[in-house]
């Protein structure tokens, strides 16, 4: 007889991904006999055996996206998960983030797109999945009556929409600025070696390391509220040694790109979220850890090329 597994749906993603494992989390709760477990989660307590481990958990969702297998966590996890893979293949469920090529223990698994299904749909393939491997799903629960919503002249403004969210917008991009310098601390300090640089204008930055760089561009909107304006975040790369500050910009050419939109009930509450169908969201920590770590990995790449 199978002994019932820990939990029924553990989580394999990359660190930046928080909020989305959030989301998902928050879909899945209330049709699971357990929440849904992961590493990374700061309030997951330690426990002797991974989530992941075939033992512990009915079914594992890999959210996959260019980072993950790159980092150390996600890494060690790919080695299990390929175990688990050729064991049980069904008891998988790949949710691709971006047009990452799948890993080749991947091919054949249960998959989905996030961006096709959105958040709602990716939660709806891992009931499923639970569903066929046994597992028992809550009933959905109809929603408890309330207060009708306000007409839209009751409702207060959006804070996006108010003049004290231009301030909440500056301490954000503070925020982007201060993140930046950690990640090429190392070789900031082997000086004459590397081209280590972080220029700055008005609602602009950039962290550049030699012939690569990341640049985040603050686009005010014409309606001039911040829920407007938009961050422009593009990769760079083959920037010119002889080139400085946003002239080297000129020289070089962009890799990767993509527009997010803030997000915040208030000042405590904000988010990016990737101005697309169905786009992740992440605070501004993460956003700059995902794009820096991005583009190491793909000047890496074209080191060991």
């Known amino acids: 007889m199978m002994t019932t597994p820990l939990h029924d749906v553990a989580v394999s993603a990359v660190a930046y991904d928080s909020i989305l494992v959030g989301e998902i989390a928050e879909r899945l ?15 997951e307590p330690a426990i002797a055996a991974s989530p992941l481990a075939e033992e512990s958990s009915r079914l594992v969702l890999v959210l996959h996206q260019r980072l993950w297998g790159h980092d ?102 503070a925020a982007l600025s201060s993140q930046l310098r950690p990640w090429f601390r190392a070789e900031e300090a082997q000086a004459g070696t590397h081209v280590v640089e972080f220029p700055a204008r008005p609602n602009r930055l950039i962290a550049r390391l030699d012939d690569i ?33 946003l002239e080297a910009l000129k020289g070089g050419t962009p890799v990767r790109e993509r527009v997010y939109r803030p997000e915040a009930r208030d000042a405590e509450r904000w988010q990016w979220r ?25 000047r890496r790449g074209l080191e060991n090329a």
């Open 29 to 43: 709760a209330p049709r699971l006999r357990t929440r849904p477990a992961w590493a990374g989660a700061a309030n």
């Open 72 to 173: 150390d966590v996600t890494r060690s996890e790919a080695a299990m998960l390929g175990e688990r893979a050729r064991r049980r293949p069904a008891s998988i469920v790949v949710a691709a983030l971006d047009e990452t090529p799948l890993p080749h223990w991947a091919s054949g698994l249960p998959s989905c797109s996030l961006a096709a299904l959105g958040v709602d749909g990716v939660a709806d393939s891992v009931l499923d999945a639970v569903a066929r491997s046994g597992g028992t799903l809550r009933p959905v629960s109809a929603p408890a009556d309330g207060e009708s919503a306000p007409h839209s002249w009751d409702a207060p403004k959006a804070f996006l929409q108010q003049m004290r969210a231009h301030a909440a917008l500056q301490h954000e991009l």
């Open 213 to 245: 760089g990341v640049s985040f561009s603050w686009v005010p909107g014409q309606g001039g509220t911040v829920a407007d304006g938009r961050l422009l975040v593009i990769e760079w790369a083959g920037l010119r040694r002889v080139d400085r500050g």
């Open 274 to 298: 990737a101005d697309e169908p169905n786009g992740r969201a992440c605070n501004t920590a993460h956003l700059v850890g995902e794009w820096l770590s991005g583009a190491l990995m793909a």
